[in-house]
């Protein structure tokens, strides 16, 4: 692969990862009562803050997903598979707000868990001290999606269950992101 394509996906990456969590402030801010331990992320979808949250949420998709296509030669077959479908499935939900039902949780779940198993399997393409937290990262929000999806909270309401499955998402796309863009 070129090093044009690995900065372009790293690029890719790293800024639809960062501006996924800006916005995610932002809207949090502007949602009227909202409570990041009682409120899913997907409650910012709909009402006053729907514009801005599911417009982050297709453009991370997006990224991930045109990411994974030009840096299929670079994440070989299966973390371009993941990526490719923790992309389509977060344009999903974008796409299908959670007042749709079940082809929204389907595809935030699935969303999860290809993204968690993206982190996980990028160690291959990743130098150690990266690929170690890279594995970890996906390993938090794997374990951490469990109780969420069988509906244990472990004190911290369902929105703090549902950031510690996202956020190492969020996280791992960043420090990727960021680890392509410098590669030589």
């Known amino acids: 692969m070129s090093i044009e394509n690995r900065s372009l996906l790293g690029a890719l990456l790293f800024a639809g990862a ?15 009562g909202y409570n990041v331990a009682t409120n899913a992320l997907s409650d910012l979808g709909v ?3 729907a514009l801005l ?7 991370f998709g997006a990224f991930a997903l045109i ?24 344009v999903g939900v974008a796409l299908f707000p959670e007042t749709i039902g ?9 969303a999860f868990v290809f993204g968690a198993v993206s982190a996980i399997i990028s160690y291959r393409v990743l130098r150690p001290p990266l690929s170690h937290f890279s594995v970890g990262l996906g390993i938090i929000a794997l374990v951490a999606l ?8 472990l004190g911290i309401g ?3 269950m549902e950031r510690m499955v996202a956020y190492p998402i969020f996280v791992w ?12």
């Open 47 to 49: 009402g006053q803050t």
């Open 18 to 32: 960062a501006q996924f969590i800006l916005m995610i402030v932002i809207a949090e801010a502007r949602y009227p």
């Open 67 to 90: 990411g994974s296509l030009l840096g299929r030669r670079t994440l070989g077959t299966g973390l371009t598979i993941t990526l490719a479908v923790t992309g389509a499935c977060t």
């Open 173 to 184: 796309a960043l420090g990727f992101g960021g680890s392509l863009i410098g590669a030589k």
């Open 102 to 110: 079940a082809p929204h949780d389907v595809l935030a779940i699935a």
């Open 158 to 160: 369902k929105g703090g």
């Open 53 to 59: 949250y599911n417009a982050s949420t297709a453009v």
């Open 146 to 153: 469990v109780p969420l999806v069988t509906q244990h909270d």
